[in-house]
Each structure stands twice: as C-alpha cells, then as structure tokens.
C-alpha cells in the first residue's frame, strides 16, 4: 500500500496513545477511520481531534471490548457498511501486566490473554474478508520488544507479545502464498510514552521482588518510554508503505532485537543480572523514602507537641 489517500483504516485502542497518533495522521494523509476503544471518553477526545484536523474525513466510532469476539466481528461488519470497504486494521489494543509465574492469578492471565492475543486474533479475523474484498488491504498487529526477548516479572505480557509475533509471522506467510491483495506487518515498539504504564497491573507478588512498590514499579517501567507515539505512528505509517514484515520501534527495540538474535541464550543471563542491579537500586529508594517520611513524621509530631507547650506556658 503506497497511500492512504482515500482508504479506510479501522484502528483499535484508538482512544490514547498510539492509537490516536495512528489515526490523526491517517486522518491527515485522507485516510478515513472507523475507531474503536474501551474508553468512551479518549475515543470521542481522538474523534474531536480528528474533525477539527480533517473535516473531510469520514470518522465512525465504537465502544469497544477487543475480547469480546462477537463485538468485534459486529464492529468489522458495522464499519465495511458505513465506509463501504475497509483496507486496513490496526490491532493496537494492550495492557501490561506484572507478576512473577507463581504468584499470577489465572484471572490476571486469562485477562491479559484475552486482550493482548484473543483481541488480535478477533480482529484480524473480523476484518480479513472485508480487506480481501477491498483488492488492496494491510493488517497491522502490534507485538512489542517483549516478543523478542523475555524479562523476568513479565511472563503473562511476554507470552502474549510472542504468541502476536508468532501469529503475524505466519499469517504474512499464508497471505504471500494466496496473493489475494492483502499483507500483514508485525510491530515491535520499545518504551512508547504511552499510558500503559500507569493503565497496567502490578501483582503484589512482585513488591519486595522487583520493584518497591506497585506505584513506583509503574513509574519505573515509565522511565524506560523514550519514543513518543507520534513518532512510533510515524514509523509504523512508513514500514505499511513499504510492505515491511516487521517494524521495529526505538532505539531500545532495534538493540533487543540485535541482543536476541546475537545472544539468543546468553541474553538471559544478561538481563537476569540486570533485573537484579534494578530491583537492589529500587529497594534502596524504598528504604530512604521510608526513612524520610518517618523523619518527617517525627519532626512534626515534635513541632506539634512544642506548639502545644506553648500555648499550655501562654
């Protein structure tokens, strides 16, 4: 696909983010949408920013639960008839979930599942008939760093990320074979200054084994986004143009992706002693912020006792 001039794009987690990066610049380039998000309020923000920017553009929305099979093939249909084809799907919709293998919850897994891999799966299955009928159609399913190489606390999201990449893989494959006008790329972003982060779920199994706290294993993951979601829009825009098979994301993408294939065992190694130096570094802020707030606790219990003195000596 050389343009998106007067395509249709369908984009899921079209509400923040990348999503609604994906879908002002589609916008821009003439490219009309059909968006979808569980977010009712960031989707009609994404669908405001849109208007204003290409009047001309036609835009549809729907609340939407990416799990949900039966929705999304009801949305596929609902957007074929609005827009009259559809050429493209991005399956972008994620969470991030933390935990260690032993102390994760099958609610926790089969939730992170559901979305992350079911939803891509839904999607792409949804919308493959409308993009074979159109002559001209791309899916776009976004994997992560995560499905190159794995990390310890983060089995559920890593298994999810590899089983898109897996996925993608193969459908590009079958796809080549048919010759039925269709492709499909697999994106791998690093750190995207996202809300994923702070959206995410931190078991409490992982308090006092990697991180601190829930809170600051949030905000830790978060100092890792070094792209913006523009940029990754950006990038993600130019490897459809360009038929690519993957798409890698960032710096820290293009270095994982190098450190995986160079070192495919070893690597581990290297990221165990990693995580290690990380969660001792997180521990220690702990302490001292304990530390702190106990001093500080301390001091004004002293400042309220001596107010109280004074005023029993007035």
Same mark, same amino acid.
């Given at each position: 696909?050389?343009?998106?001039?007067?395509?249709?794009? +369908?984009?899921?987690?079209?509400?923040?983010?990348?999503?609604?990066?994906?879908?002002?610049?589609?916008?821009?380039?003439?490219?009309?949408?059909?968006?979808?998000?569980?977010? +009712? /309020?960031?989707?009609?923000?994404?669908?405001?920013?849109?208007?204003?920017?290409?009047?001309?553009? *036609?835009?549809?929305?729907?609340?939407?639960?990416?799990?949900? *099979?039966?929705?999304?093939?009801?949305?596929?249909?609902?957007?074929?008839?609005?827009?009259?084809?559809?050429?493209?799907?991005?399956?972008?919709?994620?969470?991030?979930?933390?935990?260690? /293998?032993?102390?994760?919850?099958?609610?926790?897994?089969?939730?992170?599942?559901?979305?992350?891999?079911?939803?891509?799966?839904?999607?792409?299955?949804?919308?493959?008939?409308?993009?074979?009928?159109?002559?001209?159609?791309?899916?776009?399913?976004?994997?992560?760093?995560?499905?190159?190489?794995?990390?310890?606390?983060?089995?559920?999201?890593?298994?999810?990320?590899?089983?898109?990449?897996?996925?993608?893989?193969?459908? *590009?494959?079958?796809?080549?074979?048919?010759?039925?006008?269709?492709?499909?790329?697999?994106?791998?972003?690093?750190?995207?200054?996202?809300?994923?982060?702070?959206?995410?779920?931190?078991?409490?199994?992982?308090?006092?084994?990697?991180?601190?706290?829930?809170?600051?294993?949030?905000?830790?993951?978060?100092?890792?986004?070094?792209?913006?979601?523009?940029?990754?829009?950006?990038?993600?825009?130019?490897?459809?143009?360009?038929?690519?098979?993957?798409?890698? /994301?960032?710096?820290?993408?293009?270095?994982?992706?190098?450190?995986?294939?160079?070192?495919?065992?070893?690597?581990?190694?290297?990221?165990?002693?990693?995580?290690?130096?990380?969660? +001792?570094?997180?521990?220690?802020?702990? *302490?001292?912020?304990?530390?702190?707030?106990?001093?500080?606790?301390?001091?004004?219990?002293?400042?309220?006792? +001596?107010?109280?003195?004074?005023?029993?000596?007035?």
């Amino acid at each position: 696909m050389k343009h998106f001039d007067n395509k249709v794009a +369908a984009i899921t987690g079209a509400g923040s983010g990348m999503g609604r990066s994906l879908a002002v610049q589609l916008a821009g380039a003439g490219c009309h949408l059909a968006l979808a998000d569980r977010n +009712a /309020i960031g989707l009609a923000e994404t669908e405001r920013i849109v208007r204003a920017l290409a009047p001309n553009v *036609r835009v549809t929305t729907r609340e939407l639960d990416v799990s949900d *099979r039966d929705a999304m093939f009801a949305w596929a249909d609902e957007a074929a008839a609005a827009h009259g084809r559809v050429n493209l799907i991005f399956n972008n919709a994620g969470v991030a979930l933390s935990s260690t /293998i032993d102390g994760m919850s099958y609610s926790d897994l089969e939730w992170i599942v559901n979305i992350n891999f079911w939803g891509v799966v839904h999607g792409t299955k949804a919308f493959l008939p409308h993009l074979k009928a159109s002559g001209d159609g791309h899916i776009v399913n976004t994997s992560s760093v995560f499905g190159l190489f794995a990390q310890p606390g983060m089995s559920g999201y890593n298994a999810t990320k590899f089983a898109v990449r897996g996925f993608t893989e193969s459908l *590009r494959q079958e796809l080549d074979m048919m010759r039925c006008g269709v492709s499909a790329t697999c994106v791998h972003p690093g750190g995207i200054r996202t809300n994923i982060a702070q959206a995410s779920r931190v078991a409490s199994n992982m308090v006092g084994f990697m991180v601190a706290s829930e809170q600051q294993g949030k905000d830790e993951f978060e100092k890792f986004f070094i792209t913006t979601a523009d940029d990754a829009a950006r990038t993600i825009l130019t490897g459809v143009r360009r038929n690519a098979r993957r798409v890698l /994301i960032g710096r820290d993408a293009r270095a994982a992706d190098w450190l995986a294939r160079s070192l495919p065992a070893a690597y581990q190694a290297l990221v165990v002693m990693s995580a290690r130096r990380e969660a +001792a570094k997180a521990r220690k802020r702990a *302490r001292r912020a304990e530390r702190e707030a106990t001093l500080n606790g301390t001091g004004r219990t002293m400042n309220n006792n +001596a107010g109280k003195n004074q005023g029993e000596t007035a």
